[in-house]
């Protein structure tokens, strides 16, 4: 059983072109997640939503809109790719519970932006 | 702000020898620690975690972390490494006083190569 999936696995396309990432988890969990790695493997949040509601947004270009249409699944939006969005991204869920909330990692996309 | 230091971007190790990963963090708060491993080609796994309570934490692996909050350290170790132990180790960091909505700070990562 897949815990979080993403949507393509690979996607590879030209600058200046829109795409969009989709993202779902099946675990019942309220609060969803995307990272960017790049090439270096450095990883870092882009955004939070919790019960559709965002509440972690780093400083990511406005080219980046997440969408979140229910608690289950969290998409992200691309517009007018450049090349340095060439990266892995990953999406995660977690359950905000207590002080502590394990994030669990879908597979990743790898966006190559040409 | 926290973060997270991992020094050593690769370590080359021989199979069945001792391996420590090393993590070092920066925080002015009390802070819980992870470590994920990352195997090719795939998502981030949680590896384990230090929240409270004893410095020495285990994974059902063998991998062993103990957090030393004088040095500010949580390095990662196992007694005997196995070839499916290649992968990539992220050190990570988080405030446990924002509760449920925690942002996770991931080190740099470091490559484990097993050598046969």
């Known amino acids: 059983d897949t815990a979080v999936s993403q949507t393509p696995k690979y996607l590879v396309t030209q600058m200046g072109n829109d795409k969009s990432i989709k993202c779902e988890q099946n675990l019942g969990h309220d609060t969803m997640y995307w990272y960017k790695q790049d090439s270096k493997k450095f990883l870092k949040i882009m955004f939070s939503y919790n019960n559709k509601e965002l509440i972690i947004n780093e400083t990511v270009p406005n080219r980046f809109s997440p969408k979140s249409p229910d608690k289950a699944h969290l998409n992200l939006h691309i517009n007018s790719l450049e090349l340095g969005d060439s990266a892995v991204y990953f999406c995660a869920s977690s359950q905000a519970r207590g002080n502590y909330n394990e994030q669990f990692f879908g597979p990743g996309t790898r966006l190559t932006v040409l | ?116």
């Open chain 2, 1 to 116: 702000a926290q973060s997270v230091t991992q020094l050593d971007s690769q370590v080359p190790v021989f199979e069945e020898a001792p391996v420590e990963l090393r993590c070092n963090y920066s925080s002015s708060v009390s802070v819980y620690l992870f470590w994920y491993v990352q195997y090719p080609n795939q998502g981030l796994q949680l590896l384990l975690k230090y929240l409270s309570g004893s410095t020495l934490v285990e994974s059902i692996n063998g991998f062993e972390a103990e957090f030393n909050k004088s040095q500010t350290s949580f390095h990662l170790r196992k007694p005997s490494v196995h070839i499916s132990d290649t992968a990539e180790y992220f050190c990570a960091v988080s405030d446990p006083r924002r509760g449920g909505y925690q942002k996770v700070t991931f080190g740099t990562g470091t490559k484990l190569q097993v050598i046969p």
